[in-house]
C-alpha cells in the first residue's frame, strides 16, 4: 500500500519560517517526480511547486519564488519543503504528491499518489 504522510504544519506569524516534510512508503521515491500542493479555504487547488525525478528540474508557483524550497533525500524516500518569509496568503492546506514521468504531469496536479495533508496557517 502506497502512503504519503505530510508533516510540519503549525501556526506561524508572518514573515516567520517552516519546512514540510513527505514521508513515502510503498513506493522508491526515486522513481517519481514530486510535488507540493495547497489548497486555501474556498479555493482551487494550487501547484507550489515540483521537482522532476532526477531533481535537476524544478518548479515554482511565482508567488513563492524566492522562499520556498523543494527537496528530496532518496535515501530516506522523504521530500520536503522549506518555506521562509511565510505570508498570511499562504495560510492553506499542503500537499505532496508523487508521480511517474514526465514531470509536468505532476506539476499539473497529475500525480497518482497524494498525501492527506499538513495545516499551515500564517496569522499574526
Do not use: H
Amino acid at each position: 500500500q502506497v502512503k504519503l504522510v505530510e508533516s510540519g504544519g503549525a501556526l506561524v506569524q508572518p514573515g516567520g519560517s517552516l519546512t514540510l516534510s513527505c514521508a513515502a512508503s510503498g513506493i522508491t521515491l526515486d522513481a517519481y517526480a514530486i510535488g507540493w500542493f495547497r489548497q486555501a479555504p474556498g479555493k482551487a487547488r494550487e501547484g507550489v511547486s515540483c521537482m522532476s525525478r532526477s531533481g535537476l528540474s524544478t518548479t515554482y508557483l511565482d508567488s513563492v519564488k524566492g522562499r520556498f524550497t523543494i527537496s528530496r533525500e532518496n535515501a530516506k524516500n522523504m521530500v520536503y519543503l522549506q518555506m521562509t518569509d511565510l505570508k498570511p496568503d499562504d495560510t492553506a492546506v499542503y500537499y505532496c504528491a508523487a508521480g511517474q514521468s514526465p514531470y509536468s504531469n505532476v506539476c499539473a496536479g497529475r500525480a497518482e499518489y497524494w498525501g492527506q495533508g499538513t495545516q499551515v496557517t500564517v496569522s499574526s
